[in-house]
């Protein structure tokens, strides 16, 4: 079991079923289901969203910053973000890109980019046996130098 589960289950000391915890949980205006529910008081669960902390802190007598503690989220006490005051001005498209940014802050980072990151330093060899040039790194024939790289061609005499 997770110690959000076990949290969860310790505070529940009035035996609530899972399918009343997310009734009472939609009562109070949020979005779980039995379902979810049900999974985290058994130990069966991913990383919580927000909506799903704030669900089971409407029913149960635990507070928000230890259901967050217990799931290794930052435990501070905060509000809504409320943006300042100019954002009024973005179009719904600069609004959905914002709102993108945000969760892309929160998510964490993918196992395989942190082990990539590791390899880097590592001193193995290039694969094939272009001595670790790419075949796009090759000079293309009947192309001015400058072309070759990347640059600004020369002007034409």
Same mark, same amino acid.
């Given at each position: 079991?997770?110690?959000?589960?076990?949290?969860?289950?310790? /505070?529940?000391?009035?035996?609530?079923?899972?399918?009343?915890?997310?009734?009472?949980?939609?009562? /109070?205006?949020?979005?779980?289901?039995?379902?979810?529910?049900?999974?985290?008081?058994? $130990?069966?669960?991913?990383?919580?969203?927000?909506?799903?902390?704030?669900?089971?802190?409407?029913?149960?007598?635990?507070?928000?910053?230890?259901?967050?503690?217990?799931?290794?989220?930052?435990?501070?006490?905060?509000?809504?973000?409320?943006?300042?005051?100019? /954002?009024?001005?973005?179009?719904?498209?600069?609004?959905?890109?914002?709102?993108?940014?945000?969760?892309?802050?929160?998510?964490?980072?993918?196992?395989?980019?942190?082990?990539?990151? $590791?390899?880097? $330093?590592? /001193?193995?060899?290039?694969?094939?046996?272009?001595?670790?040039?790419?075949?796009?790194?090759?000079?293309?024939?009947?192309?001015?130098?400058?072309?070759?790289? $990347?640059?600004?061609?020369?002007?034409?005499?």
């Amino acid at each position: 079991m997770s110690a959000l589960s076990d949290l969860l289950v310790n /505070a529940n000391a009035e035996g609530l079923s899972a399918r009343s915890i997310a009734r009472q949980a939609r009562e /109070a205006g949020y979005k779980i289901n039995h379902d979810t529910a049900a999974r985290y008081l058994r $130990g069966d669960h991913g990383r919580p969203d927000e909506e799903t902390l704030l669900a089971f802190a409407s029913v149960l007598p635990v507070r928000l910053n230890d259901l967050r503690a217990a799931a290794e989220l930052p435990a501070e006490e905060t509000e809504p973000y409320r943006p300042p005051a100019e /954002a009024s001005r973005l179009s719904r498209r600069q609004r959905r890109a914002v709102d993108e940014i945000i969760r892309a802050m929160l998510e964490p980072a993918p196992q395989r980019v942190t082990e990539l990151e $590791g390899r880097r $330093g590592s /001193a193995r060899p290039a694969r094939g046996g272009t001595g670790g040039r790419r075949s796009q790194d090759k000079p293309q024939q009947g192309l001015p130098r400058a072309a070759r790289r $990347g640059g600004a061609e020369p002007p034409a005499k």
